[in-house]
C-alpha cells in the first residue's frame, strides 16, 4: 500500500490562495492515477480534482474549475492543488488519494489515502 503525506493547508481569507501537496512514498508517475477530495464537517467527501500518471488530463469539480489547479511531479513522487480565490465553502479537510486504474470522481475507487490536511477560509 502506498504512504500518503498531505501537508500545506491553514487558515486563511476569503480571497486568498493556497498551495497543498501530497508526497507518495514510492514511485507514482507510471502507474497511478491521483485525485484530490475534500469532507466538510457533516458533509460527504466529495471529489475535487483528478490528474493522470502523465499530468497530461486533468478533471475538476464544477465548484472549483477556474480556481484550483492540480498538477504532479513524478521525479518526487507529488501532487500539487494550487487554490485561488478562495471562499468560505472551501473550508474542509483536503484529501489526497491514488488508484492504479483510470479516471474517477468516487472515493470508494480509491485505493490509498492521506490522512488530511485542513483548510479554514474565513469570511
Known amino acids: 500500500q502506498v504512504q500518503l503525506v498531505e501537508s500545506g493547508g491553514g487558515l486563511v481569507q476569503a480571497g486568498d490562495s493556497l498551495r497543498l501537496s501530497c508526497v507518495a512514498s514510492?514511485?507514482?508517475?507510471?502507474?497511478?492515477?491521483m485525485a484530490w477530495f475534500r469532507q466538510a464537517p457533516g458533509k460527504e467527501r466529495e471529489f475535487v480534482a483528478a490528474?493522470?500518471?502523465?499530468?497530461?488530463?486533468?478533471y475538476y469539480a464544477g465548484s472549483v474549475r477556474g480556481r484550483f489547479t492540480i498538477s504532479r511531479d513524478n521525479a518526487k513522487n507529488t501532487i500539487y492543488l494550487q487554490m485561488k480565490s478562495l471562499k468560505p465553502e472551501d473550508t474542509a479537510v483536503y484529501y489526497c488519494?491514488?488508484?492504479?486504474?483510470?479516471?474517477?470522481?468516487?472515493?470508494?475507487?480509491?485505493?490509498?489515502w492521506g490522512q488530511g490536511t485542513q483548510v479554514t477560509v474565513s469570511s
Open positions: 490528474i493522470s500518471r502523465s499530468g497530461g488530463t486533468t
Open positions: 514510492e514511485r507514482t508517475g507510471s502507474i497511478y492515477f
Open positions: 488519494a491514488g488508484r492504479r486504474q483510470g479516471y474517477s470522481g468516487s472515493a470508494l475507487a480509491y485505493d490509498d
